[in-house]
């Protein structure tokens, strides 16, 4: 199980980094989908602290205006962490992870542990202004996060810790740009991509992970993305990309980081139910949610006892 039994609910509904509207429904439907419920049923605490809407934000798509964004997102996280809750943070698009990480990040350079990212995405996310094709930031957050050069407009002014490339593990990956392929290899950033998966499946690259985090007294950031699962399961996100995580696959994974207990704070991004069918991917991901805090069919043994004979 996971360490905190008390969650800190953070809707972050931004859709300024993406050029498709609707994302800013995700942390509503979420809510209808009946997250709440699901997590309290599993016995955790829940503090719904409800939807940010920073000031001066509304209407613009400004460096600017994500920078308000992320300013009262990474407090937010910040201050879960520091009194030792769980946040979870559910939008919105991915450039809501510049707010969750960056508090981790302030968070865990305090305390002095090492903070890793598993981000489960289609996409690798390390843009930058220069290599994007479109300019949308949800698909820059990782570079910004890890220091390079341009994205100054997003954070306050002054210091601030820097995520380690190194400690990055993109996981599904199955659409990279080629600017980003380039800068991804030169920063040593960590790749399971679906060929990966297909060759060797989710259990052994993942596992490889967990045991990296746990070695090193750890906090690891989970950073799941609507499109990481295939879009026959989860239409419901405006950048799909054919043959991505089954439902299977994707509550495996979910339930091996709920055994680890090494998920200190979670981001559900990209959900737009503009584009969904019914509900169905809010649905989904409620139910992979539930996993990670919990949720199982039967208790599993430590130890796996022997076969009678």
């Keep these: 199980m996971l360490s905190s039994s008390i969650i800190k609910l953070v809707g972050a509904p931004i859709e300024i980094g993406t050029s498709e509207p609707?994302?800013?429904?995700?942390?509503?439907?979420?809510?209808?989908?009946?997250?709440?419920?699901?997590?309290?049923?599993?016995?955790?605490?829940?503090?719904?602290?409800?939807?940010?809407?920073?000031?001066?934000?509304?209407?613009?798509?400004?460096?600017?205006?994500?920078?308000?964004?992320?300013?009262?997102?990474?407090?937010?996280?910040e201050t879960a962490l520091d009194e030792g809750h769980l946040p979870v943070v559910v939008g919105g698009d991915h450039s809501l992870s510049l707010g969750s990480i960056d508090g981790a990040l302030r968070h865990c350079a305090r305390t002095g542990r090492p903070l890793f990212v598993l981000w489960l995405d289609a996409h690798a996310d390390f843009n930058t202004l220069e290599t994007s094709p479109s300019g949308n930031v949800h698909g820059m957050p990782l570079a910004a996060l890890c220091g390079e050069p341009g994205f100054e407009a997003l954070f306050e002014a002054g210091e601030r810790p820097l995520l380690d490339p190194a400690r990055v593990h993109l996981f599904g990956l199955r659409s990279i740009d080629a600017g980003e392929r380039a800068l991804v290899t030169q920063r040593q950033v960590n790749i399971v991509d679906m060929r990966?998966?297909?060759?060797?499946?989710?259990?052994?690259?993942?596992?490889?992970?967990?045991?990296?985090?746990?070695?090193?007294?750890?906090?690891?950031?989970?950073?799941?993305?609507?499109?990481?699962?295939?879009?026959?399961?989860?239409?419901?996100?405006?950048?799909?990309?054919?043959?991505g995580a089954t439902f299977r696959e994707a509550h495996l994974i979910m339930e091996m980081l709920c055994d680890s207990g090494l998920v200190g704070s979670l981001d559900v991004v990209e959900l737009n139910p503009f584009l969904d069918e019914r509900g169905r991917s809010a649905r989904v991901l409620v139910e992979l949610v539930a996993s990670l805090f919990g949720r199982r069919i039967i208790d599993r043994p430590t130890e796996v006892p022997p076969l009678e004979t």
């Design 22 to 77: 609707g994302a800013v429904m995700g942390p509503a439907a979420l809510r209808t989908a009946g997250l709440v419920r699901v997590l309290q049923d599993l016995g955790h605490t829940v503090h719904d602290l409800g939807e940010l809407s920073p000031d001066g934000t509304l209407g613009q798509r400004t460096l600017s205006a994500i920078r308000a964004w992320t300013t009262e997102i990474s407090s937010m996280v």
């Design 196 to 243: 990966t998966i297909d060759e060797f499946g989710v259990v052994a690259p993942l596992r490889r992970i967990l045991d990296r985090v746990a070695a090193a007294n750890g906090h690891l950031h989970a950073s799941f993305d609507v499109d990481f699962l295939d879009p026959t399961i989860a239409p419901g996100v405006g950048t799909t990309v054919p043959g």
